[in-house]
């Protein structure tokens, strides 16, 4: 009998099969629900929720704020670093074990967070959660939206990074009660088993790209079907598809300005920090000055899904726009609303929906300037700019307010570098359709 093992072969699919295996049941639906859990266990439970620890932390072990403010700073810093090396670590290791060791080692580390009394221990478990959460947080989610997805990309990484808003504010939430009933001890024992079983799930679910599995991205044109190792379907993914290569992409000014972009953009989002202050100075309590943050987190929530379905609809550089005048918009509001509760709340869930943007349109900027071809090396370096404007900007927004007495002052600077913002899009757009001519000797795609 002839080994029938070797001679398979694919029988190709009709039109109509085509259709409905894209659109029926397609695996690309599971990798989004592992995105989602990976963002929302990572960003939204560890990432986005790391202030809430600090006040209980410093006060019961003697810390000042400027030196745990450094442990964060510290930790954030290793994630940086991460991420420049997460290109060559995900080429090396096979997805899944590598996700899931790195899950296991986050939320140990995290968890960990809870006996932790001493300062250098809390330097080593910042360093430790946050580098190794840096691919499964961070990185793991719009990759596998941009490898999975040909159509909806826009409006499944907005869901993406909803989740990742809305586990931020119900771990806000739940960690504040539990601080306030144990202190921060009792809030890392809960949120740090929590965070790990949503990764973990997420990692299990997660398969690097549809060639691995024989099949083509939700949306594409089907072809034959042939599974792959890891390494052999991130080559699938990317060796035929359009694109500018990585070390052309990095050495060029259409990524500079990208970077300065999405740099910006993260700098309108970090003012929600500084709410409860801007709050209080003008006369309301805290609990006040935490509603106020609470809206602009539900705006960042809301405009997370609306910006992705709006990348669908009218591109990644008009949507950017948009992002930005909301901004401009939710500013000056802020600016000119005075004490009015409720022209505040607006101005408020205004800026929200526009800093929305800084998590959304970083990869479809990303995709739509360089392409899918090494996609994952480029946006993790622009990634970066994310983290780099989180540290810069609290601190620089903190010495403006301080030095003109007031945040007047403040609110025009981020209007004006938003203004910026909107010109380096058009540059880095422009950047990147000639890079595209020039490299890959076609019109770059609309």
Known sequence: MPDLAHKRRVIPMSNQEKTITAEKGHPAWRMLIAACLMVGGGQGLIFNISGIFMASICATNGYTTASFGLV???????????????????????????????????????????????LPLFFILFI??????????????????GNWFEAKKGMCMGIVMACGCAFGIIGNIVGGSLIDSGGYSLAYLVLGPCSLLLMLI????????????????????AGEAAGKSDAAAADAATADAPGIPAKVALKSFAFIALFLVIFILVWGGSFQTLAASFAVSKGFSTTQGGIFTSIFQVGALVGSFLVGMLDDKIGGRNT??????????????????GSIVPALCVSFLIMGLGCSGSGVQTPILTSKIFGQKDYTAIFSKIQMAQMIGGMIAVPVYGALADSAGGYNS??????????????????????????????????APE
């Open 72 to 118: 964060i700073s510290v930790g954030a810093l290793g994630l940086i670093i991460a991420l420049g090396m997460t290109g060559k670590i995900l080429r090396k290791f096979p997805l899944r074990p590598l996700l899931v060791t790195l899950v296991i080692i986050t939320g140990l580390c995290y968890t960990a967070l809870s006996f932790c009394h001493s």
């Open 128 to 145: 430790l959660t946050y580098a190794a959460g840096a691919i499964p947080a961070m990185v793991t989610g719009p990759m596998l939206i």
């Open 202 to 221: 997420g990692a299990l679910m997660a398969v690097i790209a549809p060639a691995a599995m024989g099949l083509a991205p939700y949306g594409a044109q």
């Open 320 to 337: 950017t726009f948009i992002c930005f005048g909301l901004i401009i918009v939710g500013v000056l509001a802020i600016m000119f609303s």
């Open 410 to 443: 403040l609110f025009i600077f981020i209007a004006g570098i938003s203004a910026l913002g909107i010109v380096l899009t058009i540059t880095a757009i422009g950047a990147g359709k000639k890079l595209w001519k020039k490299t890959v000797g076609t019109e």
